[in-house]
Every structure is written in structure tokens, then in C-alpha cells.
T-cell receptor, first 113, second 109 residues
């Protein structure tokens, strides 16, 4: 079975540019999560979708971040405008339901110059 | 606010030298405690879920246990391929997991 697929794997861009990260969850999973991982703050939950509906976005840092899930097989996380402090590894994960173990993609390593 | 503290931050073992990793937590109404393994450049990989105090789960050289305040991940006779960062996460609300900072395990041959 294909796991969670994220793209791109690496992104380097300049401050102020728009960044879009993409995620394809495991087929049949109803819950999707976006996380950010840094050395300073560890793994932080940004937003949680259930059945394509955002349930909890309290972890989204600020209005520059937005996430969408237009259908059950695709989600995006957008940062506009990007700032150097947004540099991190961003993970997407999915699970059967919100309280089941999560399956993670291999992440997008984002560097904002 | 849910809190998870993992110790030690780093652990170096010789191959075959058994040890334990600790995950202490504070949460209002634990629904589940999860252990994950993370290799460099990869996403966390699920290992175990524990739901109630006294529960134990085993997989190969790993055994996870749970009390009302902490969980242990016991590693018996580790091999170099067990080297990774081990993450603990707690969940009180469906969908909202709080992760610890992890323990980085290095097993020397």
C-alpha cells in the first residue's frame, strides 16, 4: 500500500514568496494532520481535518498560514508571505479516525532565505 | 495544557545492552499514548498504542508499558538497527496529539 505522499521533498525559496506544500493521504483514512518539526519546538500539530473539514486549527501560527482539503485524497498547506522563521520540516499524517495511530509522510524540508 | 517529557534526551548503548526510555505525561483524561520511531530524514513510524494503566505491548525487542503518570519503552538486547529517535505522544482529545521531544538512541556494534 502507498503511504502518505508529500511534495515537494525539499523547497528553498526567498522571503516573501508564496509556498505551497502538498499531501496525499492514505486511501480510506478520514483524518488528516499537518505538523511542523523544528529543533527548538519539536513536533507541533498545526491543523487537523476530519472528513475534509478542519476541526482544530489552533496550532496554525498566524494568518500567513492556511490549509485546505478540497477532497479526501488531497490537502495543501500554504504560507503567504513566507518568512525565514517558517523554515522547518513539515509533515502530513493521516489516520482512520482522529484517535487512531497516525501514518506520516516523509516530510517537506522548507528553507526560507 | 497537555505536557509530555521524555528522558533521557540521548542514550548510547552497546549492542546487547538493554535499557529503558521514559515518557512522563500530564494530561486531563488520557485517551491514548502512542510511541513512534523516527529515522533521520523520515517521518515518524508508529510502534504502539497504550490506552490504560497496566497495559503492555511488545514487538520484537521493544516492550511498552503504561502507568497513570508515565510510560516506558524497554529495549532488550538492542541492535544497531534500533538506532533512531523514539517519540512519545499523548492524546486527550481525538485528533490532537501532543508529542514529546524524543529520545535519540544510538546502539554501537
Amino acid at each position: 500500500d502507498a503511504g502518505v505522499i508529500q511534495s515537494p521533498r525539499h523547497e528553498v525559496t526567498e522571503m516573501g514568496q508564496e509556498v505551497t506544500l502538498r499531501c496525499k493521504p492514505i486511501s480510506g483514512h478520514n483524518s488528516l494532520f499537518w505538523y511542523r518539526q523544528t529543533m527548538m519546538r519539536g513536533l507541533e500539530l498545526l491543523i487537523y481535518f476530519n472528513n475534509n473539514v478542519p476541526i482544530d486549527d489552533s496550532g496554525m501560527p498566524e494568518d500567513r498560514f492556511s490549509a485546505k482539503m478540497p477532497n479526501a485524497s488531497f490537502s495543501t498547506l500554504k504560507i503567504q508571505p513566507s518568512e525565514p522563521r517558517d523554515s522547518a520540516v513539515y509533515f502530513c499524517a493521516s489516520s482512520w479516525t482522529g484517535n487512531q495511530p497516525q501514518h506520516f509522510g516523509d516530510g517537506t524540508r522548507l528553507s526560507i532565505l | 495544557e497537555d505536557q509530555v517529557t521524555q528522558s533521557p534526551e540521548a542514550l548510547r548503548l552497546q549492542e546487547g545492552e538493554s535499557s529503558s526510555l521514559n515518557c512522563s505525561y500530564t494530561v486531563s483524561g488520557l485517551r491514548g499514548l502512542f510511541w513512534y520511531r523516527q529515522d533521520p530524514g523520515k517521518g515518524p513510524e508508529f510502534l504502539f498504542t497504550l490506552y490504560s494503566a497496566g497495559e503492555e505491548k511488545e514487538k520484537e525487542r521493544l516492550k511498552a508499558t503504561l502507568t497513570k503518570k508515565e510510560s516506558f519503552l524497554h529495549i532488550t538486547a538492542p541492535k544497531p538497527e534500533d538506532s533512531a529517535t523514539y517519540l512519545c505522544a499523548v492524546q486527550a482529545v481525538p485528533g490532537k496529539s501532543t508529542f514529546g521531544d524524543g529520545t535519540t538512541l544510538t546502539v554501537k556494534p
